[in-house]
């Protein structure tokens, strides 16, 4: 379903931060998420405001893509963004498809073919050695510039077959450590958004924008 328009005049700077994303599920959790701490600021996606082009993530870390994303939102809107950038590393393959996560098969989205060339990959690694980490970092930019970012973890393991009709991306295969037996994409939102990578990363921006971390 398309996002409402939104006009952009009609918003309050103050108390509202642009979404750089494109991705309705990571506007969801990132908003879901947020709101808790930041019960007054309204969260608008990108696309709501207008046909952006989407910046070339050139970066060779989480953090250095979700600037890029961030930085070319606020220039777009004049209004604070945030954006996340996020993966799957893999130990067995050196950190593999990491930054490249969501087009490890070479089209950007293409969950069924990224998890394919996953398992492809994975095909003759046995199960003790299949640990695996999603990662994502958060990044806050305000109009003056100033950056906050949170990073966060999901450790877990890849499983040898995918299960389970929530979530998006690698979750069929992912099984958290956190939830022994279930993957990420059979747990219901509310279990994901408390245990996942995101939740963790917006946990810790959250602590740095009232304070808590230096």
Request: glycine share 10%; with cysteine.
């Amino acid at each position: 379903m398309a996002l409402e328009k939104i006009d952009i005049d009609a918003l309050d700077p103050a108390r509202t931060i642009v979404v750089a994303t494109g991705n309705l599920h990571k506007l969801t959790e990132i908003r879901d998420i947020l709101s808790r701490v930041l019960p007054d600021v309204t969260f608008v996606a990108l696309g709501q405001l207008g046909d952006f082009d989407d910046p070339e993530e050139t970066g060779t870390t989480f953090l250095d893509n979700a600037l890029i994303k961030a930085e070319a939102a606020v220039e777009a809107t004049g209004l604070p963004a945030i954006a996340d950038d996020s993966g799957l590393t893999v130990d067995a393959l050196d950190g593999e498809p990491g930054v490249y996560s969501a087009r490890y098969a070479g089209v950007h989205g293409d969950d069924a073919a990224n998890n394919a060339k996953l398992l492809e990959k994975l095909a003759d690694v046995p199960q003790g050695e299949r640990t695996a980490r999603f990662v994502s970092v958060v990044a806050l930019i305000d109009v003056d510039g100033l950056v906050t970012y949170g990073e966060g973890f999901c450790e877990g393991s890849i499983g040898f077959a995918g299960r389970g009709g929530h979530g998006f991306g690698y979750d069929p295969l992912f099984l958290p450590d956190d939830t022994p037996g279930r993957t990420m994409a059979e747990l219901e939102p509310e279990e994901k958004n408390a245990i996942s990578h995101r939740f963790h990363a917006l946990q810790q921006l959250s602590a740095k924008l009232s304070g808590e971390l230096a």
